[in-house]
């Protein structure tokens, strides 16, 4: 089916939407009577993706086993790798968050040295 042959994750999908075209791309071959082999839609899977997951991809090319390896474990490898970079973002986030906030307290005084010195000191003033 020439559809699964094009099949390009575009860089604004999620994974379990690319997982979705992708599964019933090969649900409709496989009713339609086309013997598809795993290692066959595994190899298609890894170079459909894009570019954000090449890391993954030649990951799972590198230390599995292309030929064992099934569709599931392939897309569950993805998944686990795009909520990583999910956790990653949110805390970069938070940090600029954090960093903006002790930023603006120094502008209003309450961070260190932003306070106004006032002559409390000890030693007695001239007249």
């Not at 496989?30 to 598809?36: D, F, P, R, W, Y």
């Amino acid at each position: 089916m020439w559809e699964f042959e094009n099949l390009c994750m575009n860089n604004m999908e999620s994974v379990d939407d690319f997982a979705a075209v992708a599964m019933l791309l090969v649900s409709q071959m496989q009713a339609l009577g086309e013997k598809v082999e795993d290692n066959y839609i595994v190899k298609r899977l890894l170079r459909a993706v894009c570019v954000k997951f090449v890391h993954i991809t030649m990951t799972v090319e590198y230390f599995g086993d292309i030929n064992k390896i099934s569709m599931e474990e392939v897309i569950g490898s993805i998944k686990a790798y795009e909520e990583r970079v999910k956790m990653q973002n949110i805390r970069i986030k938070e940090q600029v968050l954090f960093v903006r906030g002790c930023g603006s307290l120094r502008e209003r005084g309450h961070g260190r040295g932003g306070g106004h010195a006032e002559a409390h000191s000890d030693e007695p003033t001239l007249l």
